[in-house]
T-cell receptor, first 113, second 114 residues
Framework: KQEVTQIPAALSVPEGENLVLNCSFT??????LQWFRQDPGKGLTSLLL?????REQTSGRLNASLDKSSGRSTLYIAASQPGDSATYLC????????????FGQGTELSVKP | EAQVTQNPRYLITVTGKKLTVTCSQN?????MSWYRQDPGLGLRQIYY???????DKGDVPEGYKVSRKEKRNFPLILESPSPNQTSLYFC?????????????FGSGTRLTVV
C-alpha cells in the first residue's frame, strides 16, 4: 500500500531563508507527483507537477525535484517571504488506481518577518 | 477563469436531513473526484468519475452518493448525514483519469452535522 510521508510536520523560519520540504513515498511506481499549497480553511492550490519521467520542475522561487528510485521528492523555496506561510502538501498518483491522489499529511510552514 | 466551483462554502445541518454539495468545472475535464479532509487523517478520496455516466467508489464512500449526468457537474449527495461526516470537502478535476496534467481543486465546503 502506498504511503506518503512529509517531514517536518511544521517549520518556522525567518524571512529570506532558503528552505527545503521533504516528501517520501513507499512505492516507486508512481505516475506523477504534485505539490500543493493550502491556506487555513481554504482550498488546495497546485504549485508544481512532476511526471514520473522528469527529475525536476521550477516555477519562480519554487523548485521541486523527484527521485523515483529512492521514493523522494523535495520542494525548495528560495528567499522565503511571510506570504509563503501555509501548509504544503505533496501527493502521488499511481497507475490504474482510478486517478486517486495519495496525500502526505503536509508541512505547516511559518515565515516570520 | 478556469476553475472548480463548489457550493455552498459552509453548511451546518442536522442529522438525517438530506443535502447536496454541488461541484462544477469549466475546463471541459473528463475526470472529477471528491475528497474529505480530517485532522490526523489527511485527505481521502470519496468517489471519482472517469467520464460522464461512469463513477466509482474511492476509499471512504460509505454514506455518500454521486452522479455524473453531464461533464461539468459532479454533485455529492448525503442522503442521511451523520455527525461523523462533519468534515472539509473538496472537489477536484483533471483532463484525464491519470491526472497527467495535474488536478485542480475547488475552494472547499466545510460541513458540520449536529
Amino acid at each position: 500500500k502506498q504511503e506518503v510521508t512529509q517531514i517536518p510536520a511544521a517549520l518556522s523560519v525567518p524571512e529570506g531563508e532558503n528552505l527545503v520540504l521533504n516528501c517520501s513515498f513507499t512505492d516507486s511506481a508512481i505516475y506523477n507527483l504534485q505539490w500543493f499549497r493550502q491556506d487555513p480553511g481554504k482550498g488546495l492550490t497546485s504549485l508544481l507537477l512532476i511526471q514520473s519521467s522528469q527529475r525536476e520542475q521550477t516555477s519562480g522561487r519554487l523548485n521541486a525535484s523527484l527521485d523515483k528510485s529512492s521514493g523522494r521528492s523535495t520542494l525548495y523555496i528560495a528567499a522565503s517571504q511571510p506570504g509563503d506561510s501555509a501548509t504544503y502538501l505533496c501527493a502521488v498518483t499511481l497507475y490504474n488506481q482510478g486517478g486517486k491522489l495519495i496525500f502526505g499529511q503536509g508541512t505547516e510552514l511559518s515565515v516570520k518577518p | 477563469e478556469a476553475q472548480v466551483t463548489q457550493n455552498p462554502r459552509y453548511l451546518i445541518t442536522v442529522t438525517g436531513k438530506k443535502l447536496t454539495v454541488t461541484c462544477s468545472q469549466n475546463m471541459n475535464h473528463e475526470y472529477m473526484s471528491w475528497y474529505r479532509q480530517d485532522p490526523g487523517l489527511g485527505l481521502r478520496q470519496i468517489y471519482y468519475s472517469m467520464n460522464v455516466e461512469v463513477t466509482d467508489k474511492g476509499d471512504v464512500p460509505e454514506g455518500y452518493k454521486v452522479s455524473r449526468k453531464e461533464k461539468r457537474n459532479f454533485p455529492l449527495i448525503l442522503e442521511s448525514p451523520s455527525p461523523n461526516q462533519t468534515s472539509l470537502y473538496f472537489c477536484a478535476s483533471s483532463l484525464s483519469g491519470q491526472g497527467w496534467n495535474g488536478y485542480t481543486f475547488g475552494s472547499g465546503t466545510r460541513l458540520t452535522v449536529v
